[in-house]
């Protein structure tokens, strides 16, 4: 499910500079192959324009495009998938809706939310946060990089084999201390849009990932 390209993530944001649009072409210009639409306070009919433009951009990228929370739009534009936040729709009742063609992540912070999602049958798990970010609301218990390290080594214990996507102000320079505690990817936004050259920097961090793994 999760290929070298798709180890990095890329979660759309906007800025004073950008579009959610606009976010989500630059990372693919970038060479990002996974884009997450996230657009929080968003209407449904300005979900479903953006949703479908950024279907476009990805399928000529051949890229992967999932729809934050909203299953049904998810269904609706032919998404590649959906995650699901801790308050979400529950992994389970989103595949009975979806089927088993659809991708379906979930966000954890805790082992036990590891655990429910990987009984509800998710195929990824985007955890964090690694590190305090403005681009989220209510956040979560800041992990860092012990986090990380004690919630994989859970994994292995209880036999849970899914992948886990770290997220939350991760920045370039934070690649390779998190591939050696064993996170599966990495999805950014925040630090990709603040860049000067959101594109160029997109490019270092897809080189910096494929530099880590060969040393890893």
């Known amino acids: 499910m999760i290929n070298n390209m798709e180890k990095l993530q890329f979660i759309t944001h906007f800025t004073e500079r950008y579009s959610y649009v606009d976010s989500a072409r630059m990372a693919l210009e970038g060479g990002c192959r996974w ?14 324009s953006a949703a479908l433009q ?5 399928d000529v990228y051949n890229a992967t495009f999932i729809i934050d ?4 739009m998810t269904k ?3 998404a590649d998938g959906v995650h699901l936040g801790r308050n979400d729709m529950p992994v389970d009742e989103a595949r009975k ?12 912070n805790t082992f036990e939310d590891i655990c429910r999602l990987a009984e509800q049958g998710a195929d990824y798990i ?7 970010t403005s681009t989220k609301k209510n956040l979560a218990t800041i992990l ?34 998190l591939w050696e505690k064993g996170v599966s990817g990495i999805a950014l936004s ?3 849009l603040r860049a000067e050259n959101p594109v160029s920097e997109m490019k270092r961090i897809v080189n910096r990932i494929n530099q880590t793994e060969k040393t890893i």
Request: net charge negative; hydrophobic share 40%; charged share 30%.
């Open 35 to 48: 884009i997450q639409l996230r657009m929080k306070d968003a209407t449904e009919k300005e979900l479903e």
């Open 54 to 58: 950024v279907k476009d951009l990805c």
């Open 69 to 72: 929370d909203n299953v049904m």
């Open 76 to 78: 609706r534009v032919g």
């Open 97 to 108: 809706i979806l089927g088993a063609d659809f991708i379906i992540g979930g966000t954890a």
């Open 126 to 132: 985007g955890c964090g946060p690694f590190r305090f």
């Open 144 to 177: 860092g990089l012990e986090g990380y390290e004690r919630l994989i080594g859970q994994m292995r214990e209880k036999g849970i084999d899914l992948p886990l996507i770290a997220i939350g102000g991760i920045m370039y320079d934070d690649i390779p201390d």
């Open 190 to 192: 925040g630090s990709v």
